[in-house]
């Protein structure tokens, strides 16, 4: 028996409509997506769904086909040549025949002026050229479902945490369920639905309240018998007609009662959605507590400037948060990381112990929430100068590279201000510790995270504070113009129909 040719691939993005950030080809990737046997070594020994994937594929003795791994930050509409790119290496490697498709998808892609659905128009896409090729798909929590995405593929499994500390298994589950279907042993049917909600990531954390209650339905479809299901939050920052929440079940044989499930975990969502709604506060009100905490105990306090969180498609260099906190008398504070590329020229210009005074951050402008960049005049010394580079030690996304580009700290005496040329989550301590920097020594860390800070930084934290700033990762709704999500829409729109009797 001959071995079974599998291809299997990445294409990661979220994005927000609203992201004045680009996407090109070079976002993807260190300096571009990895291609044939560099996207095989690059996710090799790490806890990606990709991995998952060729793990399994390994264990069956598979011929592995590799033709693309490419993952990028959130940032505004992928570029459409890039996009063809990523598509024509996967599909021209499906042309050359294969006995099935593993797929390392987001869930939320938007392209340029090609099409609000970039998941479905490439699994469309490989359909056309295979049409009795089984294909496995993993997505994000955050995916915005659609009908197309379903009906072009034979298994979805999305994760279950967030944040996101499963993508591995949710890939292993997919794949899995793929190979018994290849070895005879079920036949995979799926049922799809979504509830016209726009669930905030803010109120996505899976360890707590609606959310946790949501995804705890999904985990009792599957205790009930189904292959797989999977509860859906969401990306509310994507204008597209299908965002919002949705659900996905795979059941062997039995398409009404994936049915049955997938709508019980939808009314389950759909009973307690106000609860999906973050309200903030005044930033100084939440810098005051901030103070109190810092002062009580010493820190580290964290100030999440979620907002700017490049996680969500944010510029990554609105400076307001600190600015206010500065300006209420908050001292000792780690900062990171800020994008300013032109920041980081003027700090390896000047060269490390030497003193600048430079503007950072603000660079880019906010259209969609129409605010101009503001930069802040800082003065201080360059502290470190380094390639930015540093591998994640976990829990999330453990193994994987990290690529700050040119990364610089400037001390200006209260705050410690790490300045790169590329976006970056901190999601992991790597972020301060690969430029000299202790997180658990500090007062205050200013971290522009919504949720990736919690396994890494919370457990040091003496406390943390949302800090409502200002950036294109508003959980503010009233900011945002929805042009073409459908409606009503809650809570852009009051809901009282069929849903709620």
Known sequence: MHAMRVVIAQMQHETNTFSPVPTPWEAFGKHGAWVGREALEAVEGTRVPMAAFVDLARQERA???????????????????????ICSLICDAVREGCDAVFLDLHGAMVVE??????????????????????????????????????RNCTVIAGYKTYPHVDGYEAAELAGNILWRHLRGEIQPVMAWGNRPL?????????????????????????????LAATALGGFQLADIAEAGI??????????????AACDAILDAAWRRKE???????????????????????????????????????????????????????????AVGPVRDAEAVARMVEAGIGNRVTLAIGGKVDMPAIGRKGEPMMLEGMVRNITDGEYTITGPQFTGTRCYMGRTAVLDTGKAQVVVTERNQEPWDRGVFESVGIRPEKQRYLLLKSRMYFRPVFLPIAKGSVLCDGVGVASSDWTQFDYRKVRRPMYPLDEWRGPLDR
């Open 246 to 259: 949705s659900a996905v079940v795979v059941a062997d044989r039995d398409r009404a009662a994936a049915q």
């Open 113 to 150: 002026g090609r099409t609000d659905d970039g998941e479905g128009t490439l699994l469309e896409r490989i359909r056309a050229i295979a049409p009795r090729v089984p294909i496995a798909v993993s997505l994000d929590l955050h995916a915005n479902v659609t009908e197309r995405m379903v």
């Open 63 to 85: 011929q592995i086909v590799t033709p693309v791994a490419a993952w990028a930050y959130p940032s505004g509409p992928v570029d459409g040549d890039a996009y063809e790119r």
């Open 275 to 333: 609860d999906f709604i973050y309200r903030g506060r005044p930033l100084e009100e939440a810098l005051v507590e901030a103070k109190r905490l810092g002062e009580a105990s010493g820190g580290p306090v964290l100030l999440l400037d979620h907002a700017d969180n490049c996680m969500s498609g944010a510029t990554q260099d609105s400076m307001h948060v600190l600015e206010a906190a500065l300006r209420l008398g908050l001292d000792g504070i």
């Open 198 to 226: 726009l669930a905030h990531t803010l109120k996505q954390n899976t360890g707590e309240g609606a959310m946790r209650e949501f995804v705890e339905a999904a985990r009792a479809a599957e205790r009930g018998g189904m």
